[in-house]
Structures are given as structure tokens and as C-alpha cells.
């Protein structure tokens, strides 16, 4: 079964600091798609960053970046000088054929980090 | 553009009620999502619709059922609602493997 760990329940820092997220998966895919959102208060889910397996080169979204490590299969999140409205749920996630030949896709989903930026 | 939209927002059901909660999508995208969210987990497939016409079950699929109205409506239906059932249900779209999804803003369900 395809899966998505995130070993930190929850991770708090003070603002302005540098934080990283950790997230493992598990797939037989070679090519997918990898990303992390945002999920505030608010409920709304928010795209931070989006990683395509075949490049190697690391996704960088301004204070977002990935160090994606394709044959250990780790995607963790670095956030820059923190903010404040950075406090919010994190989800990992990756996109994967639903039947593993079909052109129908689904994402399969880490269980989330809480992040809390303290001022 | 108004993206993915989803109603209610928050709705309470007593053990048994049925109720439907409404998504549409005005991106022209060709598949649709039911997902629920539960805490400490992450999000699970419950339904999707490739196109319109077609729904396959997901994940947790027992309990629901789902109507794709057209390209735009997909409908998740809860026929005797349950405890079990009590979360937040988020509806998605994209467009085939272009890896854009959009998000509606979740509708909240309790069942007591």
C-alpha cells in the first residue's frame, strides 16, 4: 500500500526562525507528483509547494523550499524566517494513479504537522 | 473563477437523517473528489467521478453515496447518517494527471 508518514505531530518555534518538516512515503512509482499544503484555521486547503519526481532539482516557492530525496523517498518542507500566519496545519501528499494503470489520479495523504509560530 | 464550492458550510444531523452535500466546480475539470478529514489523519478518499457520468468508490466509501450531475456537480449523499460520519468533508477537482487541484472549503458535519 501506498503510504505517507509525518513523523512530527506537532512543532513550535519562535518567529523569524527556521523550521523543517519532515515527510516519507512509500511508493512503486517512478514518476509522481509530490506536494505540500497549508491548512489554517480557516479549514481551506492551500498549496505551498509542488515537486515533479523525475526533476531533481529541489522546488522553491520564496520562503518555501523542498530537499527532496528521491531513493529515500523524503520530501521535507524548510520554511524561512517564519511568520506569524505560518502557523497552521501542514499536510504532505502525492499523487498517484488510483488503479496504478488507470489515467485516474488521487492523492494520498500524510496525517499532518502541527506548526505553531510563537511571537 | 469562483474555483470549487461546496454547501453547506456546517450542518448537524441527528443518527439517521439523510442529507446531501452539494460541490461544483466551474474550472472544467473532468474529475471530481469527495474526501473526508478526520482528526489526526489525513485526508481519505471516499468517491471520485473521472467524468461526467462515471463514479468509482475510494477508500471509505460505505455509508455514501454520490451523484455526478454533470461536468460542474458532484453530490456525496448520506442515507442514515451515524456517529462514525461525524467530519469534515472537503470536495476536489482537477484536471487528469495535470497535478492542479483545487480545493473546496470543506463542509463540517456533526452527528450526534
Known amino acids: 500500500a501506498q503510504t505517507v508518514t509525518q513523523s512530527q505531530p506537532e512543532m513550535s518555534v519562535q518567529e523569524a526562525e527556521t523550521v523543517t518538516l519532515s515527510c516519507t512515503y512509500d511508493?512503486?512509482?517512478?514518476?509522481?507528483?509530490l506536494f505540500w499544503y497549508k491548512q489554517p484555521p480557516s479549514r481551506q486547503m492551500i498549496l505551498v509547494i509542488r515537486?515533479?519526481?523525475?526533476k531533481q532539482q529541489n522546488a522553491t516557492e520564496n520562503r518555501f523550499s523542498v530537499n527532496f530525496q528521491k531513493a529515500a523517498k523524503s520530501f521535507s518542507l524548510k520554511i524561512s524566517d517564519s511568520q506569524l500566519g505560518d502557523t497552521a496545519m501542514y499536510f504532505c501528499?502525492?499523487?498517484?494513479?488510483?488503479?496504478?494503470?488507470?489515467?485516474?489520479?488521487?492523492?494520498?495523504w500524510g496525517a499532518g504537522t502541527k506548526l505553531i509560530i510563537k511571537p | 473563477n469562483a474555483g470549487v464550492t461546496q454547501t453547506p458550510k456546517f450542518q448537524v444531523l441527528k443518527t439517521g437523517q439523510s442529507m446531501t452535500l452539494q460541490c461544483a466546480q466551474d474550472?472544467?475539470?473532468?474529475?471530481m473528489y469527495w474526501y473526508r478529514q478526520d482528526p489526526g489523519m489525513g485526508l481519505r478518499l471516499i468517491y471520485y467521478?473521472?467524468?461526467?457520468?462515471?463514479?468509482d468508490k475510494g477508500e471509505v466509501p460505505n455509508g455514501y453515496n454520490v451523484s455526478r450531475l454533470n461536468k460542474r456537480e458532484f453530490s456525496l449523499r448520506l442515507e442514515s447518517a451515524a456517529p462514525s460520519q461525524t467530519s469534515v468533508y472537503f470536495c476536489?477537482?482537477?484536471?487528469?494527471?495535470?497535478?492542479?487541484?483545487?480545493f473546496g472549503p470543506g463542509t463540517r458535519l456533526l452527528v450526534l
Open positions: 476536489a477537482s482537477t484536471l487528469g494527471a495535470s497535478a492542479k487541484w483545487n
Open positions: 474550472m472544467n475539470h473532468n474529475s
Open positions: 467521478s473521472a467524468s461526467e457520468g462515471t463514479t
Open positions: 511508493t512503486s512509482e517512478n514518476n509522481y507528483y
Open positions: 515537486q515533479e519526481a523525475y
Open positions: 501528499a502525492f499523487m498517484t494513479p488510483i488503479d496504478g494503470w488507470s489515467s485516474n489520479y488521487q492523492l494520498i
